[in-house]
T-cell receptor
Framework: GQQLNQSPQSMFIQEGEDVSMNCTSS?????WLWYKQDPGEGPVLLIA?????ELTSNGRLTAQFGITRKDSFLNISASIPSDVGIYFC????????????FGKGTHLIIQP | KAGVTQTPRYLIKTRGQQVTLSCSPI?????VSWYQQTPGQGLQFLFE???????NKGNFPGRFSGRQFSNSRSEMNVSTLELGDSALYLC???????????????FGAGSRLTVL
């Protein structure tokens, strides 16, 4: 099935730094979602975006729905140790006939 | 309220066997979706059930099947297991179908299947 192109694949950063990751697609999506997965757990929803151009924040997290509807980015400001994990973008086309399409994830590692 | 519960959490099977995984959605959620997660392919959509009916299906062979009961609990079955079926199988629930635009899926912790 189709995959979203998520980058970077992994990030090694210092605590306190800002983080930026993005997803691109050759297809249009009507909804963009960002999830975080910790070891041994299922993905947890961080931010949902429903409208092109929409910019939404959730605490230190900010995500945007690209105006072309083919991309989205997630920023994390002032990273802390508990931000460690794998971040996934997910998109859904209209009607949801094929569920969510996920990116392959960005593995965030924070060095104290 | 309780989250999405998946059982068993871990299991080991051999090639050719079949396996049944169970998922209890959040109380009040009527839609259950299943995803397969592997290191190589990432998260891939298997199928979605709503009101005991399969609403959507991903690109997986017929060996993968599922069902939903009247209490919204769901099971998925994989027959004639292959080595490549080793994966984390994730169940997610939502209030309504994803087609309605209510895309807030809440995932369970998953069932990790190892096929030897």
């Amino acid at each position: 099935g189709q995959q979203l192109n998520q980058s970077p694949q992994s990030m090694f950063i210092q605590e306190g730094e800002d983080v930026s990751m993005n997803c691109t697609s050759s297809s249009i999506f009507n909804t963009w979602l960002w999830y975080k997965q910790d070891p041994g757990e299922g993905p947890v929803l961080l931010i949902a975006l429903y409208k092109a151009g929409e910019l939404t924040s959730n605490g230190r997290l900010t995500a945007q729905f690209g105006i072309t509807r083919k991309d989205s980015f997630l920023n994390i400001s002032a990273s802390i140790p508990s931000d460690v994990g794998i971040y996934f973008c997910a998109g859904q086309r209209g009607g949801g006939a094929d569920g969510l399409t996920f990116g392959k994830g960005t593995h965030l590692i924070i060095q104290p | 309220k309780a989250g999405v519960t998946q059982t068993p959490r871990y299991l080991i099977k051999t090639r050719g066997q079949q396996v049944t995984l169970s998922c209890s959605p959040i109380s009040g959620h009527r839609s259950v979706s299943w995803y397969q997660q592997t290191p190589g392919q990432g998260l891939q959509f298997l199928f979605e059930y709503f009101s005991e009916t399969q609403r959507n299906k991903g690109n997986f062979p017929g060996r993968f099947s599922g069902r939903q009961f009247s209490n919204s609990r769901s099971e998925m079955n994989v027959s004639t297991l292959e080595l490549g079926d080793s994966a984390l199988y994730l169940c997610a629930s939502s209030l309504t179908t994803t087609a309605s635009g209510a895309n807030v899926l809440t995932f369970g912790a998953g069932s990790r299947l190892t096929v030897l």
